[in-house]
């Protein structure tokens, strides 16, 4: 470990950087700690207090109250500027206001019709109100705090031969712009009447600079320092939890027969949405397709089925230790994306030679081929009633098989009876559900599917996710992703057998494993 952290001394001191991208714990007594963490667990937390010391410290997650990330100088430089002993981050700011509004937004109006408020406030409609009212979050944050940040910049040495200019800043750090060599030498000259514009994006939930216009007025002459990671727009993830939806239709009255319910739709409120464990270690040869198909153009949509794709995602990466660009999600996939998202999959698998895991999700619809009730994943640009607008199951195996992977690992949340998750047919001519081939793994494979023959995958509606996909995720919750696929598939096979027989629509997960890893898949693990 020393020899670790003298190598990171030998580099801050050969190349003359500064860290500004510590990270503050913030004890339950209010002790504000900066710091660089070394590792951090769901027990405890180990730091450094500087590069300069080799001495690492560790404090147990008990005494702590909020573990804020790196890049938290500007936050620190703010809450000085406001006096404040709060650090000032995105998420803390949009996180109550997006949670008021939201839970007001999602209750049912006096004058409104129940089905005209299921149109308005359902799991799609609320992800684009909440999208919408952080990006108006995310313009507010920047206009109130940018004005109080004071940029403090110095010029530093010129590179004739890369022809830029090193600027500092007490906050932003190092920054390059590009200043030809003809005219370096009254840039420098001239620097004093500088004027600056800078622009700002959320970047790691707190104040980016995205770019900074260095304006000479008499030289009529303007030079730009601009940050590629502002050029992605990739909007502010904040951990949101909302009341439950709620419709209440009252009282029965005292005459007539009416029978009067309740029903409540738990949206972003699932125990596994908000306990997602968080691990120190990092998977980095597992590369992961979610293929999350829930709105469809010509059928049914697939309830729930994108936040099936999303919080896997976030198991992935959270509890599996798959790095973020490891893990490919697609939404609402068509089947050119179908077909991309395996191509990336072999062609990093090519590279890797073997040592590569894969896992392969996909939530949607399945459809059967009634002539020889092969199995087909239906895009949503696909129709229910052509088979051949599907990808063909066994041309999935085949070409995931075919990889040279270490392991592949496929979850199908999807039946392929023709059968929408609340049980109804596809095709409405098709009047019966068909017992599709479910085909035959292949290479060092095995798929874990959430029904069998002409059952249906059904969705735990009290949960918002598929059934199947609950329990999935259920049991990487409570072992940190820590256990064998055996354990896995006897636990999801039991539970969704359990609570599907409550509902009286039998639903049985099943595993089957190519004919290579009959003996082996068992003490196989997804981290």
């Not at 590009?178 to 622009?199: C, L, Y």
């Not at 002539?371 to 052509?386: E, Q």
């Not at 599917?449 to 996909?469: K, N, V």
């Amino acid at each position: 470990m020393k020899r670790v952290f003298a190598f990171f001394l030998f580099v801050l001191c050969v190349f003359n950087v500064k860290a500004y991208d510590i990270d503050v714990i913030i004890t339950k007594e209010g002790q504000q700690i900066q710091c660089y963490i070394v590792k951090q667990t769901e027990t405890e937390v180990s730091y450094m207090l500087s590069y300069d010391d080799s001495q690492v410290y560790t404090l147990s997650m008990d005494n702590i109250r909020k573990v804020y990330p790196r890049n938290a100088n500007v936050a620190l430089q703010l809450a000085k500027q406001l006096n404040k002993s709060e650090i000032v981050y995105f998420s803390d700011y949009a996180k109550p206001i997006v949670e008021k509004a939201i839970n007001e937004w999602q209750i049912k109006d006096e004058f409104e019709k129940i089905a005209d408020w299921q149109n308005r406030v359902n799991e799609t409609t609320r992800d684009a109100k909440i999208k919408e009212l952080t990006r108006q979050c995310e313009t507010e944050y920047l206009k109130k705090y940018s004005s109080i940040l004071k940029l403090n910049i110095t010029l530093g040495q010129y590179d004739a031969e890369n022809e830029v200019f090193l600027l500092t800043d007490d906050i932003f750090g190092n920054l390059l712009v590009s200043v030809p060599i003809n005219e370096g030498r009254a840039f420098k000259q001239n620097w004093s009447s500088a004027q600056f514009t800078p622009k700002y994006f959320i970047e790691n939930d707190v104040i980016a600079l995205a770019s900074l216009d260095i304006a000479f007025p008499e030289q009529n002459k303007h030079y730009i320092y601009s940050n590629q990671a502002s050029l992605k727009y990739e909007q502010a993830e904040v951990d949101y939890k909302f009341n439950p939806i709620e419709i209440a239709a009252g009282e029965s009255p005292q005459k007539g027969q009416q029978t009067i319910t309740q029903k409540t739709l738990q949206l972003g409120k699932s125990d596994i949405d908000l306990n997602i464990p968080s691990i120190g270690t990092s998977n980095s040869n597992t590369f992961v397709v979610i293929i999350a198909n829930e709105n469809y153009k010509s059928v049914a949509s697939v309830p729930f089925a994108i936040n099936d794709g999303r919080i896997l995602a976030k198991y992935c990466q959270r509890t599996l230790g798959v790095p973020s660009a490891n893990i490919k999600v697609h939404e609402n996939a068509t089947y050119n994306d179908l077909r991309l998202a395996v191509a990336w999959l072999k062609n990093v698998c090519e590279k890797y030679e073997g040592e590569a895991s894969v896992i392969f999700y996909y939530a949607g619809h399945g459809i059967p081929d009634a002539s020889d009730k092969s199995a087909y994943l239906l895009p949503v640009d696909g129709d229910g009633r052509y088979v051949t607008t599907g990808y063909k199951l066994d041309e999935l195996y085949d070409k995931l098989g075919a990889m040279p992977a270490k392991s592949v690992t496929v979850l199908l949340d999807a039946c392929f009876s023709g059968a929408n998750r609340d049980g109804k047919m596809l095709a409405s001519e098709r009047g019966v559900a068909l017992k599709s081939r479910p085909g035959s793994p292949k290479g060092n494979m095995v798929v874990f599917s959430a029904a069998q023959g002409d059952e249906t995958a059904l969705p735990y509606t009290e949960e918002c996710h598929g059934m199947f996909t609950y329990y999935l995720l259920k049991k990487l919750q409570e072992t940190n992703g820590d256990v064998t696929l055996r354990d896995l598939s006897s636990y999801v096979i039991r539970e969704v057998g359990k609570k599907s027989a409550v509902t009286n629509k039998p639903q049985t997960p099943s595993v089957t494993p190519s004919s290579a890893v009959a003996d082996s898949w068992q003490n196989w693990k997804l981290k």
